[in-house]
């Protein structure tokens, strides 16, 4: 369960930081109070329905049955962080918390080693062979 919880959790959490920061346009084609025609980003397509009454040529003066629908939902346009926006607590805890993670990927070869300058001692004969102690 815990293989396909964090996955999820890590793709849902993504699409809701991108869909809270694209603003989005939705726009409706209306006939008789229905709704013909949906699309994001783009306009909708007209029914044929105004065209054909404008073709009857009716000396009735119509409004027209048909009306497109628009609204746009604003996403978040303040998205730049600056290191002046922190205090000075929360700049030497970002400073400290960068600086460990980033020496815990340090190469082994790059890290200082305390005793480089003095050899193991040298051994006169093996203690384990002579007591015949061995860890199993």
């Known amino acids: 369960m815990k293989k396909g ?4 959790v890590s793709v ?3 699409l809701m930081v991108l869909l809270s920061t694209v603003s989005w346009t939705v726009d409706k084609h209306l006939c008789m109070g229905k709704v013909m025609d949906l699309s994001f980003f783009v306009s909708a397509k007209d029914c ?3 065209a054909a009454m404008d073709a009857l040529e009716d000396e009735l003066d119509q409004n027209g049955c048909c009306e497109d629908e628009s609204f746009t939902l604003k996403g978040q ?4 962080f600056s290191w002046s926006d922190l205090d000075v607590e929360q700049q030497i805890f970002l400073v400290a918390f960068l600086r460990f993670h980033l020496e815990l990927f340090l190469l082994l070869e790059q890290l200082p080693v305390a005793n480089d300058k003095y050899p193991p001692p040298m051994l006169v004969m093996d203690i384990h062979v002579l007591d015949q102690v061995f860890l199993i």
Do not use: N, R, V
């Not at 346009?77 to 730049?80: A, F, V």
């Open 5 to 8: 919880f964090h996955p999820s």
């Open 12 to 14: 849902f959490l993504a």
């Open 48 to 50: 044929a329905t105004e």
């Open 77 to 80: 346009d303040d998205l730049k």
